[in-house]
């Protein structure tokens, strides 16, 4: 079973950027692909992206297009969440997950990390 742990969250203005990290333990990270959520106070858990295995393909929620990108280093077992142009809205606890299904439901997630907090400030 893969172990995740986010980190790399914070503080940052309006228009600011942060990069996330997830570090995945075990030797099989490269066999799932991958997604990050987040989660707002009062909110449902929100689907941002995920990624291919190889890396080579990902997708993202609309409200994210643009703005936000997600990589992977295999060889370093860790997943990436690059946040650029950062609002005030984009305020939650992001997660990664191992994908276990087709879809965007937390359900089709597992092996969730701890979770890092992001406070954009107006």
């Known amino acids: 079973q893969v172990q995740l742990v986010e980190s790399g969250g914070g503080l940052v203005q309006d228009g600011g950027s942060l990069r996330l990290s997830c570090a995945a333990s075990g030797r099989t990270f490269s066999s799932y692909s991958m997604g990050w959520f987040r989660q707002a106070p009062g909110k449902e858990r929100e689907f941002i992206g995920s990624i291919s295995r190889s890396g080579g393909s990902t997708i993202y929620t609309d409200s994210v297009k643009g703005r936000f990108t997600i990589s992977r280093d295999n060889a370093k077992n860790t997943l990436y969440l690059q946040m650029n142009s950062l609002k005030p809205e984009d305020t939650a606890v992001y997660y990664c997950?191992?994908?276990?299904?087709?879809?965007?439901?937390?359900?089709?997630?597992?092996?969730w990390g701890q979770g890092t907090q992001v406070t954009v400030s107006s």
């Open positions: 997950a191992v994908r276990v299904k087709s879809g965007g439901s937390p359900s089709d997630f597992g092996s």
